[in-house]
């Protein structure tokens, strides 16, 4: 059996590491001044107000270093993860400096996260958008267990990769918006046919169904 990591249009980058603790995002506690909360608990429960962030270092400072995905070229830096209870997707203004300073940057160095932050912290956000009220709940994906892959098309998913095969089962990502999915078929799929954009499953019945995180628009620079 083959497990393989989901196929990438941008260059994605996880930046768990790199967020700053969540109790300095927006910097306001829940009542809107500037306590701070005194739980984690209470933390996570504080609502997350994309409309205060002005530049990239303000949004990753909302980061709680689950499912971060990020996509950038000469002109953009975007990136989706989990802000508290919610997802978000920042996309930042790039310019030829920073583009540069932060392909020179070094992931090996025990000052990464310190000089990506640095280098990248101060860039502007062109948009910053709460994605939350767009991802499916658990058991609105439980309600497609028993239902095919065209079944998942039909409702708007669209195929991206294979990321299972070759073995009793087949595990395939799809993407609906921003956000995306793992679906696990009860059918065995050979590598010959993890080329077909998803045709071998489309009358195949999903097993299981969970949420995967960015989809690969999301993060893509080059589809804004």
């Given at each position: ?5 989901r ?5 994605l980058?996880?930046l ?17 001044d500037?306590?701070?909360p005194t739980t ?5 429960a504080?609502?997350?107000?994309v ?9 990753l400072?909302?980061d709680?270093g689950e499912?971060?995905?990020?996509g950038?070229?000469e002109?953009h830096?975007?990136?989706v ?5 919610t997802?978000v997707?920042v996309?930042?203004?790039m310019d030829a400096?920073t583009y540069?300073?932060?392909g020179a ?5 025990d000052d990464?996260?310190q000089?990506?932050?640095e280098v990248?912290g101060?860039l ?6 709460d ?6 709940t658990?058991?609105?994906?439980d309600a497609f267990?028993?239902?095919t892959g065209q079944?998942l098309?039909?409702d708007?998913f669209v ?6 095969y070759?073995g009793e089962?087949?595990g395939v990502?799809?993407a609906?918006g921003?956000?995306a999915?793992?679906?696990?078929f009860?059918?065995t799929?050979s ?6 954009e ?11 169904m969970e949420?995967a995180g960015?989809?690969?628009?999301a993060?893509?620079?080059?589809a804004?």
């Amino acid at each position: 059996m083959v497990i393989t990591h989901r196929k990438a249009v941008a260059a994605l980058l996880a930046l768990a590491l790199t967020a700053a603790p969540l109790s300095a995002c927006g910097g306001q506690g829940a009542n809107g001044d500037d306590t701070e909360p005194t739980t984690a608990e209470q933390t996570q429960a504080a609502s997350v107000d994309v409309s205060s962030w002005k530049t990239l270092g303000d949004a990753l400072a909302c980061d709680n270093g689950e499912n971060n995905t990020a996509g950038w070229d000469e002109n953009h830096y975007i990136t989706v993860f989990n802000a508290g209870d919610t997802v978000v997707r920042v996309v930042a203004k790039m310019d030829a400096d920073t583009y540069e300073a932060h392909g020179a940057l070094d992931m090996s160095k025990d000052d990464y996260n310190q000089k990506f932050l640095e280098v990248m912290g101060g860039l502007p956000l062109e948009s910053a958008e709460d994605l939350g009220d767009q991802k499916l709940t658990q058991d609105e994906m439980d309600a497609f267990v028993g239902k095919t892959g065209q079944d998942l098309v039909d409702d708007g998913f669209v195929f991206e990769s294979y990321w299972m095969y070759g073995g009793e089962e087949t595990g395939v990502t799809f993407a609906k918006g921003y956000l995306a999915y793992n679906a696990t078929f009860g059918v065995t799929i050979s590598d010959d046919k993890t080329e077909d954009e998803g045709a071998a499953v489309m009358d195949k019945t999903i097993v299981s169904m969970e949420y995967a995180g960015a989809s690969q628009e999301a993060t893509d620079p080059s589809a804004l």
